[in-house]
Structures are given as C-alpha cells and as structure tokens.
C-alpha cells in the first residue's frame, strides 16, 4: 500500500457563475468536498497542482485532501468522483472530491487495459471485448487504478469472465450473474459474421 498523495485546497465562500468564472481565469478551479457524514464544503484548488494529483491517481485512487480555512487545515481521504471539462481547452472547470471511510469498502468502475496479441488472435481469430471497465469492490487504499488482462495465453473459443479476471487481494468484481468480459472467436466465425455485417 502505497503514501497516499496530498491536494491542498482553499474553503471558499462565493457562489455563482460570475465568481467561477473569476476563479477559472485566475486558473482556480471551484470544487465541493461532500463528507461522509453528508456535508459539503465549497472548496477551490489551484489547476496545477490538481492535473499533477489527477495524473498520479485518476478517479480510482484514494488521496488525502487538505482543507485550508482561515489558516487552519483539516485532512480527508476523497476520490476525484466527478468533474467537468472545458469543451475546447480540456481543462478542469469543476470537480466534487467524495470523502471516504478508509475502512469500508466501496464501488467503484476501474478501466480494464488488455494485454498482450492473444494466441488465437495470430491464428487468424478474432478478440471480442464486451467490457472495458467492471464494478470493484474494495477498501479506498486497496482500489486498483487499471487492471491489466494479459491476453497472450488466450487461444480460439477461449471466454474470459468476471470471476476469472486476476485482482490484487482484497478486492473482488461487482457481479450478480457472472458476465463474460471478451472472447476469441475463430477465423471462421470471424469471416461469417464479417460477411453477415455486410
């Protein structure tokens, strides 16, 4: 388990469009903490060190958020739970940090990344993905960022589950019938359906 990373925003107490503006022109970006006893704080953070954090932990890792107010901070461990982009710059215009019990377990979707040219693919099959991300189930600090599927071993008619799928200890798919996440069909079955798109 890795040390956790560390953000540190400014409460803010002005509201409105005209003040977000303000802020986003200043690169500040207007956020909400929301607690876990169901409070919220407005928050804002400067957009530097928020893309350097975004880029170590993504929306799946836990972080330490440090709450500066009138020269007193308060730390909460959050997830970057939603955010909203500026349609031509890409940048942060918004972001809700989620607050979290370290010691509960949580949901949350994780990015599925394949690995490697499956055996039945250099045969002449074809890989079917059917999910690119899945639903974990984990504590806050034991979360995976991506979980990588090696599919090199993979031959012809092999299908890959969710309850196959390796996953660091501690945590487990989200699952009420057990989904099939890709499949290698045959050259033959490929060309078929191929000819039937047509």
Do not use: C
């Amino acid at each position: 388990m890795s040390e956790m990373k560390t953000l540190s925003v400014q409460k803010r107490d002005t509201l409105g469009k005209g003040s977000a503006r303000r802020l986003r022109e200043e690169a500040i970006v207007p956020a909400v903490y929301y607690a876990p006893d169901g409070k919220n704080i407005l928050v804002q953070v400067a957009l530097n060190p928020l893309n350097k954090v975004y880029e170590q932990v993504g929306r799946t890792n836990v972080f330490n958020l440090e709450i500066v107010d009138n020269g007193s901070k308060t730390t909460h461990p959050v997830f970057i739970w939603d955010a909203q982009y500026h349609p031509v710059k890409n940048t942060f215009t918004h972001v809700d940090f989620y607050g979290v019990d370290l010691d509960k377990e949580l949901k949350v979707k994780v990015r599925l990344r394949f690995v490697g040219t499956a055996k039945g693919v250099k045969v002449g099959g074809r890989m079917e993905v059917y999910r690119e991300e899945v639903t974990l189930v984990a504590k806050p600090q034991d979360m995976p960022r991506i979980v990588d599927v090696d599919v090199t071993d993979f031959d012809i008619n092999t299908n890959l589950r969710a309850s196959e799928l390796k996953l660091p200890e501690g945590v487990r798919v989200d699952y009420k019938s057990d989904f099939s996440i890709l499949t290698i069909i045959s050259k033959e079955k490929a060309a078929k359906e191929a000819g039937e798109e047509l």
